[in-house]
């Protein structure tokens, strides 16, 4: 329903910062859950943080602490500020919707690569 674009990864090194931004075509004000997933080569895309339109959020254990969800609803973004990056966290990242927590399906971004390395 919504055309999704995400920027802002690239190469960085351990311990160093991101900061991804999703920008969708049209109004996520009533999308009940926004997100965002990522893909490393031979792994299954897993869900790393979502935020529900009343501000609830949720994180993997993986990156709890180090990354944090927002959205704005007046802008139609969504953004992933990732801290203290390690090798680990080097996959593509998506940005996706649920419009309901009983909607199986959702809309997807084209995808934004995070390679961290030294």
């Known amino acids: 329903q919504v055309q999704l674009v995400e920027s802002g990864g690239g190469l960085v090194q351990p311990g160093e910062s991101l900061r991804l931004s999703c920008a969708a075509s049209g109004s996520i004000f009533g999308i009940y859950a926004m997100g965002w997933y990522r893909q490393a080569p031979g792994k299954q895309r897993e869900l790393v943080a979502a935020?529900?339109?009343?501000?609830?959020?949720n994180y993997a254990d993986s990156v709890k602490g180090r990354f944090t969800i927002s959205r704005d609803n007046s802008k139609n973004t969504v953004d992933l500020q990732m801290n203290s990056l390690k090798p680990e966290d080097t996959a593509v990242y998506y940005c996706?919707?649920?419009?309901?927590?009983?909607?199986?399906?959702?809309?997807w971004g084209q995808g934004t690569q995070v390679t961290v390395s030294s």
């Open positions: 935020i529900t339109r009343d501000g609830s959020t």
């Open positions: 996706n919707t649920k419009r309901e927590p009983w909607i199986p399906g959702g809309d």
